[in-house]
């Protein structure tokens, strides 16, 4: 029997939630179901008949396409089985009933049907969702929707075929890799993102073998071997660089820094694990790891941005033996939101581009939900906006975590997985959803670009097995080894963790499925969220899964570890797969990558004469890049777990600070503080620049925070694009050269890191004509630093009438790739750069004077250059200052660039009187000056000369805002 | 902390049961602040707790935490609050008839409500945004959770957050005194220019109690103003001392044990 449950609100009625539910309850049992599923309070419900809500013109009913994760119905089946106390034995499959959730959307006011259609596709994302409109006459004579279930029917297939690759010539050998295996009816699975070459040395190893690999073989190379998951690009050598970028410039980079460091070297655990890991104090250790998820944020924006969250969430938790996520951060580089442009991934133009608005709505929703229901603060983050990112969006997604540096008397960040141990997978099923992500992001984004790859996340599931996991099996001592599921699923987690012990032997059929009819290789690779692999010994087992079943989660043993070098698979009996470790994982070739010179030529322009000030600093302030985004930090809960010390927004003004600070141990008055920095335009220009600025940057705000140089390590995140074509590698060269430097510079270790390579799409424009889009190179470097005492972290706003206002560092004329200049329309070629010798020596006197507590404000000068820095400061603290810009220590020919250069190296800092003197004192080894005072008249005013900039302060705020409160 | 002493003996202090489970987040945060006011808590999931209803005795205090349980599914505390009628209604009915105190906080709250142990509902905010922001609070009645306090800044972070009453449950709500908290405008929004009622919550209630009193809901959040370090004023003037104004309404319900003296774990 199917019926539908209706529930409607008492007050509004703009939309209704629909349960449909097939079941073999009485009837009189679905009275007592609707009462569970509405809060009699605010809502009322109806059975199998429409809900009177009046006159209406049509509905949109918005549900879940057929597989894919309906969270709300999984808690109504669950408060269902509990209602009836159905089921006590989670594990067990129970396919008597099923809840599936809709939400009817109500249009009131006469519409016609091509409007309420428009309306529908604005409401629902095709890919993922089904919408189904019906006018109020509809209604009338049914008195019902449809009922009709989306359930999951999977075409028979043969379980396992073999791929003839022993024959195949190198044009279909080079298809396969692209497109995918064939299956009988002659379509292609998808991407395996395997080059030739690739392809090749598969094809020489399975000859050797005297047999053909089998599909679930193929697709399992595939996984691991991805660029994805091998980083290729950063493993290979390029030009003379023989060992490759990654190990000679970041990990290269890391051993000397450490060496250097000897007895004070913080750094536990680097580039080995799911995250970095650095000291905390005595006790603890603190980890941290960025991801992007861009090419599923693309596609789904929301589901995405959600899966990018607890994604990495999940690498925390399965940092050493599993480490509590204790913040999260985020970063979003987005097309223009007003950009009304269309673009289609087909030439026939039927699958369109989600707009840039919609976009950045579904990501900013994804990490609202991921974070807030996950009970992680999320605290940290930024958004930057550029045409180039329009087709394919950026989405970082961080999160830092909490370990005892002791657990079970060993030390938490080793852990092995022991021959003998079962294999156990813990949490959510698997289902289609999530197949070929690690292969499909490893390419650019076109028509062929798979579906199966967006995937939607549940992190209440997550949390539930996070809890259990790291907050009682792990002090049990009930595993010897942990990692998380993620791109490539268990055919990339189990064959990780495998180099433990030496092999594994998987029995595949043990794995729990949403829905049957999947087939082995669908198992193997799927990508379903909410999953981890453990290493239990058997002794344990029963004590872990009974802890399991009393929290709600789900646990199966589907292998066991073994001693001998192999990934072997069985189904039901029969052996699929059996693949040597070292071929596995060291069988991918090498191949040398050359790289040339991009060819740049830019220009410094010739400004305007006789031009407002005012007006100029009004209209930067006002710019996407630099004014606030209150609208994103506030609804991030950023103080559960109450830990907030510095906030994502700061001041009367409520500014976003740079850096934000934490108490990750409620009993440790140590905090814990978070930056990060990007200047993708930079890279316009050089990218060279670019890595150093950020680098600079990012440091810089950490330690006007509070943080401490002797405490700092950074993370790198590379987002690139069109990683074949040799001058986008050079580039890629050039900026890698600058994070050895500057890291060594600073001795800040990088402690782990991601790359992206190929964020490029290829498609057609509204006539169908062929555009390619690439985002610009971006790194994104964050940072985070440990301060011995929160007490005296600083935010960025003036406090104090009177305070006398200090520039730290030097300001030259390097507008080149600012935001000023994009602002009139320019790149320009004079580029900031960071001098390292004199900046470490600011940054050291900063420290000293904010360890001595001299100093009441302090903000690190970035985008828009000093006049922005000044006009934030002012509007945070709702507070006036009168500025002289005529002495600025430096080299500057412009008014334009003593007010908008992005020079690197500099602070804006306030002081009180009364610590001045103190604090010029400290400061007498750097180039500083003192620009004026904080005032009491709520006027904003700069001058040089003469007085050219002078602005309420109520107006700067307004300014500030003004981007924010038209988003929200 | 400096100036909490913990003076109590282990065994005698009162104690305390912090739920977790289910997607509840707030429990550890709880507990905490309990033990700093000097009481003793234990978090306990719920399904040890229906596998086990007879620990309930043990307890003077029930604390529903916030969090995100069931993800707000089907609506914000109606799982959980399901779940808990479904298994231990009984050992409620029984804890809630001693003299003992019950508190729900923000998810807490609405699970409260949909138990039918307070009044009214959370409905979604009116601008239907997930808000994180801090509030002013005016006490507005004597329960013992609230006893001294007056005024009170704490923040808020919810996307139900919206009280909602019918006008005559409203009138007998106010006959009994059951509203404990409203929002104000007081000296956060003063600083941070925001308006008072963050939510659109019917007669800007924030908080309602049992008519006695012993049992209090609250959508804003008194443990994430447990420190001074956590109000967003406390970088204008670091010279306060090290606990946060919300601590009180902890320290309130340890004090109510200990002042009583003779009951079986609260002795001093």
Request: proline residues 5%; positive net charge.
């Amino acid at each position: 029997m199917i019926s539908r449950i209706y529930v409607v609100s008492n007050k509004k009625i703009d939309y209704i939630n629909s349960y449909l539910i097939s079941h073999e309850f009485n009837n009189s049992d679905v009275p007592k179901i609707a009462e569970a599923l509405t809060n009699p309070i605010l809502e009322k419900f109806s059975i199998n008949i429409f809900p009177d809500i009046g006159r209406f013109s049509h509905i949109i009913e918005i549900g879940f396409k057929p597989g894919v994760t309906d969270n709300v119905g999984t808690t109504a089946k669950e408060t269902i089985n509990d209602l009836f106390h159905l089921n006590s034995n989670i594990g067990l499959q129970t396919f008597e009933f099923s809840v599936y959730t809709s939400i009817i959307f109500v249009i009131k006011n006469r519409t016609s049907l091509v409007e309420v259609k428009r309306i529908a596709l604005a409401l629902h994302n095709p890919l993922i969702e089904r919408s189904f409109i019906a006018s109020y006459d509809y209604i009338k004579k049914n008195r019902d929707l449809p009922l009709k279930v989306p359930l999951v029917i999977l075409q028979k297939n043969i379980p396992v075929i073999k791929v003839e690759l022993s024959k195949t010539n190198d044009t279909e050998l080079e298809k396969i890799g692209k497109d995918g295996i064939m299956d009988a009816d002659g379509t292609r699975r998808g991407p395996l993102a395997l080059n030739l070459a690739s392809m090749k040395a598969i094809q020489q190893h399975f000859i050797k073998l005297k047999r053909e690999p089998t599909d679930i073989e193929l697709e399992s190379l595939a996984q691991t071997w991805s660029e994805h998951c091998k980083h290729t690009i950063f493993a290979n050598p390029i030009d003379d660089i023989k060992d490759g970028l990654y190990k000679t410039y970041i990990k290269g980079a890391t051993n000397v820094i450490r060496k250097k460091m000897g007895k004070k070297d913080f750094c536990v655990s680097v580039f080995s694990d799911n995250a970095g890991g650095i000291i905390f104090d005595d006790d603890y250790l603190i980890a941290h790891k960025v991801e992007t998820h861009n090419s599923p944020s693309a596609l789904d924006p929301f589901g995405g941005a959600i899966t990018g969250i607890v994604g990495v969430n999940r690498d925390i938790i399965g940092f050493g033996m599993g480490a509590k996520p204790v913040a999260n951060v985020y970063g979003f580089c987005f097309g223009n939101p007003q950009d009304k442009k269309k673009f289609f991934k087909d030439k026939t133009l039927n699958q369109e581009m989600l707009s840039p608005r919609r976009i950045m709505d579904g990501v900013i929703k994804g990490i609202n939900v991921g974070g807030n229901c996950s009970g992680i603060p999320t605290l940290s983050g930024f958004v930057k906006f550029d045409d180039r990112y329009r087709a394919k969006p950026l989405v970082f997604a961080g999160t830092v975590g909490l370990i005892p540096r002791i657990v079970n008397n060993k030390q938490s960040h080793l852990k092995s997985a022991k021959a003998g141990d079962f294999i156990v997978v813990v949490g959510g099923r698997v289902g289609l959803d999530g197949i070929h992500g690690a292969t499909f992001s490893s390419v650019a984004m076109d028509s062929n670009s798979p579906a199966t790859a967006v995937q939607i996340g549940d992190p209440i599931t997550q949390k539930k097995l996070s809890d259990a996991i790291i907050k009682e099996a792990r002090d049990m001592n009930l595993y010897n080894s942990i990692t998380d599921d993620g791109a490539g699923g268990i055919s990339c987690s189990v064959a990780e963790m495998a180099k433990e012990c030496g092999g594994a032997e998987v029995t595949l059929e043990k794995v729990p499925l949403k829905y049957p009819g999947l087939r082995p290789w669908e198992i193997w690779i799927s990508e379903s969220q909410e999953r981890m692999t453990l290493s239990i010994p058997p002794a344990k087992w029963n004590t872990f899964q009974k802890l399991m079943v009393s929290r709600g989660v789900e646990a199966m043993v589907i292998g066991k570890f073994t001693n001998r070098p192999k990934c072997v698979v069985t189904f039901n009996g029969k052996e699929i797969m059996n693949i040597r470790m070292d071929f596995l994982h060291d069988g991918l070739p090498k191949h040398i990558l050359e790289t040339s010179p991009p060819v740049r030529e830019h220009y410094e322009p010739i400004l305007k004469k006789n031009k407002s000030y005012t007006k100029l600093l009004e209209n930067l302030l006002k710019q996407k890049n630099i004014s606030g985004f209150s609208f994103i930090s506030q609804q991030y809960d950023h103080e559960v777990q109450a830990s907030s010390v510095l906030k994502p927004l700061s001041g009367m003004g409520r500014i976003n600070t740079d850096a934000q600070v934490f108490k990750p141990v409620l009993s440790s008055d140590k905090g814990v503080v978070l930056s990060s920095a990007l200047y993708p335009s930079y890279g316009d220009i050089s990218t060279y620049h670019m890595a150093a600025g950020a680098i600079d940057t990012v440091i810089r705000n950490t330690v006007c925070a509070g943080g401490t140089l002797k405490k700092l390590a950074i993370l790198d995140n590379f987002c690139w694009c069109s990683s074949y074509d040799k001058t986008r590698l050079r580039e890629l060269v050039d900026s890698l050269k600058a994070c050895y430097e500057y890291s060594v510079g600073y001795g800040t270790p990088f402690i782990s890191g991601k790359d992206s390579m190929f964020n490029d799409f290829r498609g057609f424009d509204e006539k169908g004509n062929p555009v390619a889009i690439s985002v610009p190179p971006t790194l994104l470097i964050s940072a985070i630093s440990i301060m011995p005492d929160l007490h005296k972290s600083v935010s960025p706003e003036f406090k104090n009438i009177g305070d006398n206002i200090y520039l730290l560092g030097e300001t030259h004329d390097e507008l080149g790739g600012g935001e000023y200049y994009k602002m009139l329309g320019f790149v320009g070629n004079n580029v900031p750069k960071v001098n390292l010798n004199k900046n470490l020596k600011t940054y050291l006197v900063l420290e000293k004077a904010i360890q001595n507590e001299l100093i009441s404000s302090a903000l690190s000068v970035s985008s828009g250059g000093l006049g922005i820095a000044l006009a934030k400061a002012s509007l945070g603290g709702m507070l006036g200052c009168q500025i002289s810009i005529k002495n600025l220590p430096g080299s500057t020919s412009s008014t334009d660039a003593k007010l908008f250069s992005e020079s690197q190296g500099r602070i804006l800092v306030s002081v009180s009187p009364k610590n001045s003197p103190t604090f010029e004192k400290i400061m007498k080894e750097i180039s500083y000056i003192n620009l004026g005072k904080t005032t009491n008249n709520g006027k904003f005013i700069i001058s040089n000369k003469t007085k050219i900039v002078e602005i309420s302060v109520k107006k700067l705020h307004t300014l500030y805002h003004n981007f924010s409160k038209k988003m929200q | 902390m400096k100036n909490i002493k913990h003076i109590r003996q282990e065994e005698c202090k009162p104690r305390v049961i912090v739920l977790s489970g289910y997607g509840l987040n707030c429990e550890e945060e709880t507990k905490y602040a309990f033990e700093l006011a000097g009481g003793m808590a234990d978090i306990v999931h719920i399904n040890d707790l229906i596998k086990n209803p007879k620990i309930l005795s043990n307890y003077q205090i029930l604390a529903f935490p916030g969090g995100f349980s069931y993800g707000d599914d089907t609506g914000s505390g109606k799982a959980f609050a399901n779940k808990f009628i479904n298994h231990l209604k009984k050992e409620l009915a029984e804890f809630l008839s001693r003299d003992t105190l019950a508190i729900g906080i923000c998810n807490g709250f609405q699970i409260m409500t949909n138990l039918g142990i307070l009044p009214g509902g959370l409905a979604h905010n009116k601008n239907g945004m997930y808000l994180d922001r801090w509030v002013d609070l005016e006490i507005k009645n004597n329960s013992p959770w609230l006893k001294g306090i007056k005024k009170l800044s704490v923040p808020i972070a919810h996307g139900e957050g919206n009280f909602t009453i019918a006008p005559d449950e409203y009138k007998k709500m106010l006959k009994n005194k059951q509203i404990a908290l409203v929002y104000v405008k007081g000296e956060i929004c003063k600083f941070q220019a925001l308006e008072k009622n963050p939510n659109g919550a019917m007669h800007d209630i924030a908080g309602v109690s049992t008519y006695n009193g012993r049992v209090l809901g609250l959508m804003p959040h008194p443990e994430r103003a447990m420190f001074s370090h956590q109000n967003p004023m406390w970088q204008n003037n670091k010279k306060v001392p090290d606990e946060g104004a919300g601590l009180q309404i902890f320290i309130n319900a340890i004090n109510y044990f200990s002042a009583k003296g003779g009951s079986a774990f609260g002795g001093k």
